[in-house]
């Protein structure tokens, strides 16, 4: 037991370098750019920062109790939005190390469970390169970890270790109010966190007195989301629908992403058969229900769900290859486990480009690495905060990190009223052989300052001027009417 200690403390903390080292790095990827500019638009106006990509005042969900205090932060220190994430996302990270060792050590107290458990949340997945917020496989995580999302699922462990243990009315209702900050930082974490609730509360077996006091923290949570007041939560409750189409991926390839996870599906089948009210069993099975019927409805955005299925799978192999018992039963199970992670952690061995670059990579491993974002530093000279930047959908999601609005919103915006309108001016604007009369009206509508494109689409276009060039054959226009 002592070597496998060893190796598994050393395999952890080799984990736990690379992730740091990536936080360093901090690759350009994915939804970095909403939430530098949310973190943006706080530092500027902590009470009323309006829209974060574009110039309307209206409510964003992107305003949780975390960026808000990321934006206290930026405000406070003066540092720049990506130092202020880069700060984040190692409390985050830390975070939610804590909290799976805590979750970790309520179910097992065998000293290399929380470790191992680790490793597995991280590493035992599939072989298909797969990221998405919410999900801590090591290359989602590495492109994620400065996201709310990190931060939510580590507050979410904690609040499971919490809730499993006997406790009285102030500890149940501290848990109502960590419930509604997990759900205001990010909604979909919240509902995985949500899941994990019901799974541990079931399982305990809980008393009429215990109910109670249940039902009081959550009381207490549902009046810390109604009276949060930078947007109205429950309003999120309809907008489900609008983001189908954007989750429709999470429900291809399976096989491929998640097959490892089959060896945890495996541990919680034996501990179903030992205990037909374990919690890690009601958790997945609660998951698994909700991604299933999501499939089968075609709310796609249901996928969302699906940590709540792999997070107790793989927890659940973690305990049982360090559980006592019979000597070749957990034998078997850490071969199993350590082919598994092997294999996992070969699977996502492009990683490794994030820390050293590209070029240092093996050529057997570059291929696994996926080229981060170049990001819009080059516009910064000209472009100023609070400049509108006519831009299509790419960039749409990344200028605003950098102070600048965009016509349209790179995401979909539920609070927006007018987006349909404003995607409808972006795409006559760069329509091919659009009108000067046509593209001026949308200027003037907007207060379009400058414009962004690829190529040379807009090449002695009247109004419009050569300011800068940048990566990808991109130019940076100045409107000069």
């Known amino acids: 037991m002592t070597g496998r200690l060893w190796t598994t403390r050393v395999a952890a903390l080799v984990l736990l370098l690379l992730l740091l080292l990536v936080v360093v790095r901090l690759p350009w990827a994915g939804d970095l750019g909403i939430h530098a500019a949310t973190v943006e638009r706080l530092r500027h106006s902590l009470l009323h920062p309006g829209n974060p990509l574009v110039d309307a005042d209206t409510p964003s969900p992107y305003y949780s109790p975390w960026t808000v205090l990321l934006g206290c932060v930026a405000k406070v220190t003066g540092a720049s939005v990506f130092v202020v994430l880069r700060l984040g996302a190692l409390a985050a990270l830390a975070t939610l190390v804590t909290g799976v060792w805590r979750y970790v050590r309520v179910l097992s107290a065998r000293p290399a469970a929380p470790l191992l458990a680790l490793l597995c949340l991280v590493l035992l997945w599939g072989t298909a390169e797969f990221s998405w917020s919410g999900f801590l496989g090591l290359h989602s995580l590495a492109l994620t970890v400065a996201y709310p999302s990190v931060l939510a699922l580590g507050l979410s ?3 499971w270790a919490w809730l499993a243990r006997p406790a009285g009315l102030g500890v149940r209702l501290g848990c109502g109010v960590l419930w509604a900050v997990i759900l205001l930082v990010h909604q979909f974490s919240g509902v995985v966190a949500s899941l994990g609730v019901l799974a541990v509360v079931v399982a305990a077996r809980a008393g009429r007195e215990v109910w109670g006091r249940s039902a009081a923290g959550l009381a207490l949570g549902v009046m810390v989301l109604w009276v949060w007041p930078y947007y109205d939560f429950f309003a999120l409750l309809g907008a489900g629908d609008g983001m189908d189409a954007v989750h429709r991926s999470l429900y291809r390839d399976l096989l491929g992403r998640y097959w490892l996870v089959l060896v945890g599906v495996a541990a919680l089948g034996m501990r179903w058969w030992r205990d037909r009210r374990d919690a890690l069993v009601l958790f997945f099975v609660l998951g698994a229900v909700v991604f299933l019927a999501g499939g089968v409805s075609g709310h796609w955005s249901w996928g969302r769900v699906l940590p709540a299925a792999l997070i107790p799978a793989q927890v659940a192999v973690a305990l049982e290859a360090v559980e006592p018992g019979r000597r070749a039963v957990r034998a078997g199970w850490a071969c199993v486990l350590g082919a598994a992670l092997a294999v996992g952690a070969w699977g996502q061995a492009g990683t490794l480009g994030y820390v050293v670059g590209r070029g240092a990579l093996p050529r057997v491993v570059e291929q696994k690495y996926r080229e981060p974002w170049e990001g819009y530093h080059w516009i910064t000279p000209w472009v100023g905060y609070g400049d509108v930047v006519m831009a299509r959908e790419f960039p749409a999601r990344q200028i605003p990190a950098y102070g600048a609005y965009t016509v349209a919103p790179g995401y979909p915006d539920f ?9 409808a001016a972006v ?4 329509a091919e052989g659009a009108v000067g009369s046509v593209r001026a009206r949308i200027v003037r509508e907007y207060g379009v300052r400058w414009v962004v494109d690829r190529g ?7 109004g419009l001027r050569v300011v800068a060039r940048g990566p990808g054959g991109e130019v940076l226009y100045a409107v000069t009417r």
Do not use: I, P, Q, T
């Open 157 to 159: 462990f904690h609040l």
């Open 415 to 423: 609070f927006l009223w007018d987006e349909g309108a404003r995607v």
């Open 427 to 430: 795409r006559a604007f760069f």
């Open 456 to 462: 040379a689409g807009l090449r002695g276009v009247e």
